[in-house]
């Protein structure tokens, strides 16, 4: 099986260790990114989320509208649009870029967040939510009849779409960690989306998936979030993640940013704490310092070396049944054209060896 790279758009350049610049939607800074994406081998970006940003599929559009053949993974939050629109949506942005949308669903686990949106459920009803949703939003693309739906959310008569997607459906990846994220998943998750963790927390995260997907006779591919660190000397490397490290956190200190005295909220970061509380360097060169400095918010651990280095420790993670890699760095733009030119290919060729390797046993 071949691997998937997918990077990252966002809408102003900005990082851990980038001091945020440019307006709120920096078009020529979006186009800037999405394209040393493209050239650089990425075969997909990922349009992010949140409650105070701009809208993911506007500016998915607009990612599709300066690019090619590069896909698009709209990350998308089930609960404050009504499913058939959505489901509209998406189809019709899968229409205009010719078949490249993807939909990364976040049910999402900050409350006080997800209160600015006016949305108050418990973590347990916003997934039951989710899968209904999803539902609704999979009849939508695929039925050829009108259907009434009759839910504990949403309630329809003779809801219908005239746009489908392309190919008759658009990938469905789903992220979460808990056990009610997980028992939607296995319903309904296309690709499973992990932050980056150790090999035994993937691992186990894998088996529960895979166990709640066979529920119902399916079986999801996985994808893993990373933000790799490379040098030409693994020393060199390490330096570098030293580096990062103090930058962000001399901006932690001068912007007051700290995490909550409790803790996070979303399983996915609490895993990550666990990890990083065994140390800073993990099997062969994850590296937690950020995860533990940050409180985990969101993808925040990395493969840490030379290229050969860190594309033989993404083989590891291939090796457990990975087949999308997400990563972005801490330059977003140089740090992509890094990728692009010292990592994706060593990465997809020591792929295509495992997998000659496997056809000949």
């Known amino acids: 099986m071949s691997i998937e790279f997918i990077g990252f758009v966002g809408n102003f350049r900005a990082s851990e ?4 610049s440019g307006p709120v939607i920096d078009l020529s800074y ?11 081998g990425f075969d997909r970006v990922l349009l992010a989320f949140h409650s105070t940003s701009p809208e993911s599929i506007l500016v998915g559009q607009h990612v599709a509208s300066v690019t090619r053949d590069l896909k698009l993974m709209i990350a998308h ?6 499913p058939t629109i959505a489901a509209r949506q998406l189809a019709t942005l899968d229409h205009i870029s010719g ?17 600015q949106d006016g949305d108050h459920l418990t973590k347990d009803e916003r997934y039951a939510r989710t899968s209904e949703y999803l539902d609704i939003v999979r009849r939508e693309w695929t039925s050829s009849e009108p259907f009434d739906h009759d839910g504990t959310y949403y309630k329809l008569r003779r809801a219908f779409s005239e746009v489908k997607p392309l190919s008759g459906s658009i990938p469905v990846y789903f992220g979460g960690a808990s056990e ?3 028992k939607v998943a296995g319903r309904h998750a296309d690709i499973y989306a992990l932050w980056g963790e150790t090999h035994d927390q993937v691992r186990e995260l894998i088996a529960r998936v895979r166990n709640a997907a066979a529920n119902h006779g399916r079986k ?3 994808s893993l979030s990373l933000r790799p660190i490379l040098a030409d000397t693994e020393e060199a490397a390490w330096a570098k993640a030293d580096a990062i490290l103090e930058t962000a956190r001399a901006r932690i200190e001068k912007t007051g940013f700290v995490r909550k005295p409790a803790g996070p909220e979303n399983e996915g970061s609490r895993r990550l704490l666990e990890a990083a509380a065994k140390g800073t360097r993990l099997d062969k060169r994850l590296w937690t310092g950020l995860a533990a400095l940050t409180g985990a918010r969101g993808n925040s651990t990395s493969l840490v070396g030379t290229p050969d280095q860190v594309a033989d420790a993404i083989l590891d993670y291939y090796d457990l049944g990975v087949t999308s890699i997400l990563i972005r760095g801490f330059d977003p733009v140089a740090d992509s054209v890094q990728y692009g030119q010292e990592l994706i290919p060593r990465v997809r060729a020591l792929v295509a060896a495992r997998e000659a390797q496997r056809a000949v046993a």
């Open 99 to 115: 078949g490249r949308a993807a939909v990364h669903i976040i049910t999402g686990g900050d409350d006080a967040e997800l209160a």
């Open 180 to 182: 009610a994220a997980i």
């Open 17 to 20: 260790t980038v001091v945020r």
């Open 77 to 82: 939050r089930p609960g404050f649009t009504a």
């Open 30 to 40: 979006i186009e800037t990114l999405a394209k040393a994406q493209e050239y650089g």
């Open 220 to 222: 999801p591919r996985f």
